[in-house]
């Protein structure tokens, strides 16, 4: 069978990509190169890669063009490590991304009707789409604004976890934002203060949010990666159990543009546990030397990270400086009290008003009372949980 020689040349040009050479490893591309330049008759075969082919891709985007440039836009290649360290490429080079970028284009324009004609089969078969995107141009667009995206991973998210000691975009990241937070004004300007800085590229702390249970220190920190994200801010949760590998994460962040907050959730310690060292190791100064571009940002119930003496314990004063010692090598601590009721039924109203619900002052205040004493205190959480149950009583109404 005579194959379509505009595909096999198209297919040739996809083998001499050197910069954008993992783009042919893609799950969803790889079903797509033997179609171009089948050597099989057999209708079976031929159906099995086409479906293969838009089976992967369908879920992704029903745009093939649109696929193929966030492919590009996000490809981790050691071209655009050169610009983000700040190095200057040669012209040969840029000559070279510039022709890869064409050949890329014209796989992206590829239309379903041109492999449809060369299949031999009749029936119906999916189509995807196409748009008219100049890949060349949007490419270098892109990397006039390496500071605000980034490359790679960490340019498809702003959530990442970490796992076996890579970090992976969060499935379902928390999408609170600044403006659904209320009270605790001068507690979390000094944290995002600190976040400007680290954005600006000035001196910026690693800071320790501590204080009551259910005062907004966590959500304060995820609402800040929200609002700055498109400044080029991402996150990446640990455990403390994870910090023996931090340095690997370190690695993965090294040079990259962006910013990142390393950010500790509920930290805590007992005596004698092995994260405590290693944490004290990383806020002193390790061998292996956090990013300048990345800061800690950890939250704690509990002002010392490590409980003091209870009745009966009795320790030496060096072990007491030891734990007083560790939250004090933050260099920003920034505590979140319980509020007082005036302040924590403004934070109810400021709720209720943001939520619509439709309740009077007087009751709304009241029930929120109630709430707190049954939620064992004031604080936003109750706030919020108050307005909550409010809201739901009323829709069974």
Request: hydrophobic fraction near 40%.
């Amino acid at each position: 069978m005579m194959r379509n020689k505009k595909l096999q040349e198209l297919d040739l040009s996809l083998n001499s990509l050197i910069v954008f050479r993992h783009i042919l490893t893609d799950p969803v591309i790889v079903p797509l190169r033997p179609l171009l330049d089948i050597e099989t008759t057999d209708p079976i075969i031929q159906l099995r890669q086409y479906a293969e082919f838009t089976s992967r891709l369908f879920p992704q985007n029903m745009n093939l063009t649109e696929y193929l440039l966030g492919l590009v836009l996000h490809d981790d290649n050691f071209f655009v490590r050169m610009l983000a360290r700040g190095d200057k490429p040669d012209d040969i080079l840029y000559a070279c991304v510039r022709n890869e970028l064409g050949i890329i284009e014209r796989l992206a324009h590829l239309k379903p009707v041109e492999l449809m004609k060369e299949i031999s089969y009749y029936g119906p078969l999916p189509e995807w789409k196409i748009s008219d995107i100049d890949f060349a141009e949007t490419y270098f667009t892109r990397l006039d604004e390496l500071t605000k995206f980034g490359y790679g991973h960490y340019a498809q998210s702003t959530v990442f976890t970490v796992e076996h000691g890579r970090t992976i975009p969060a499935q379902h990241p928390d999408p609170v934002r600044l403006s659904q937070l209320f009270g605790y004004e001068e507690e979390r300007g000094a944290v995002i203060r600190n976040t400007i800085a680290l954005l600006e590229g000035k001196p910026a702390q690693n800071v320790l949010l501590c204080g009551d249970t259910g005062t907004g220190k966590s959500s304060t920190v995820k609402a800040i990666v929200n609002e700055y994200a498109g400044d080029g801010l991402r996150l990446i949760q640990i455990t403390k159990e994870q910090l023996r590998g931090l340095p690997a994460v370190w690695d993965s962040i090294y040079g990259n543009p962006l910013k990142f907050i390393l950010f500790i959730d509920d930290l805590s310690f007992h005596p004698g546990d092995g994260s405590f060292s290693e944490l004290k190791a990383i806020l002193e100064g390790s061998v292996t030397a956090m990013p300048s571009n990345a800061v800690i940002y950890a939250t704690s119930n509990l002002t010392q990270l490590v409980p003091m003496p209870g009745r009966g314990e009795i320790i030496g004063d060096d072990e007491v400086q030891e734990r007083i010692s560790l939250a004090a090598r933050f260099g920003l601590r920034v505590q979140f009290k319980a509020p007082e009721k005036e302040e924590y039924l403004s934070i109810v109203q400021a709720i209720a008003d943001l939520s619509e619900l439709p309740l009077d002052t007087d009751t709304l205040c009241e029930e929120a009372e109630k709430f707190a004493v049954r939620a064992g205190g004031r604080s936003p959480r109750a706030a919020k949980q108050a307005v909550q149950q409010a809201m739901a009583e009323i829709a069974d109404a």
